[in-house]
């Protein structure tokens, strides 16, 4: 496990492989945000679907959740053409600017 390094902005992803069965794959994965880690787990399975599993203190923004899931649809995707999932993988995303107000 890599040591704990809180990002000064965005987030900072882990999925580590758990198990798979058929197409389908569970990985634990961790998160790292600037106001600290978060821990959860997710499954993949064909054709895309993706489900989350956090603690209940643990669930994160919106927007790191889907950063995440366009993750583990890549690798569901190479998955198809590789016929298997990577054992780990970390990643960094920022966080999405605030869209700009307009004038009216």
Same mark, same amino acid.
């Given at each position: 496990?890599? +040591?704990?390094?809180?990002?000064?902005? $965005?987030?900072?992803?882990?999925?580590?492989?758990?198990? %798979? %069965? $058929? $197409?389908?794959?569970?990985? &634990?994965?961790?998160?790292?945000? #600037?106001?600290?880690?978060?821990?959860?787990?997710? =499954?993949?399975?064909? #054709?895309? =679907?993706?489900?989350? =599993?956090?603690?209940?203190?643990?669930? +994160? +923004?919106?927007?790191?959740? &889907?950063?995440?899931?366009?993750?583990?649809?890549?690798?569901?995707?190479?998955?198809?053409?590789?016929?298997?999932?990577?054992?780990?993988? %970390?990643?960094?995303? +920022? =966080? #999405?600017?605030?869209?700009?107000?307009?004038?009216?």
């Amino acid at each position: 496990m890599l +040591p704990r390094m809180n990002p000064e902005q $965005g987030v900072r992803f882990e999925l580590r492989l758990e198990s %798979t %069965t $058929g $197409g389908a794959a569970r990985y &634990a994965l961790s998160l790292e945000l #600037p106001s600290g880690p978060l821990s959860g787990a997710a =499954e993949i399975a064909p #054709p895309g =679907e993706v489900r989350f =599993e956090w603690a209940p203190a643990d669930e +994160p +923004p919106d927007w790191c959740v &889907a950063a995440v899931r366009a993750q583990l649809r890549l690798l569901l995707r190479d998955r198809a053409r590789d016929g298997v999932y990577p054992r780990r993988l %970390t990643r960094w995303r +920022p =966080e #999405p600017a605030a869209a700009p107000e307009r004038a009216g």
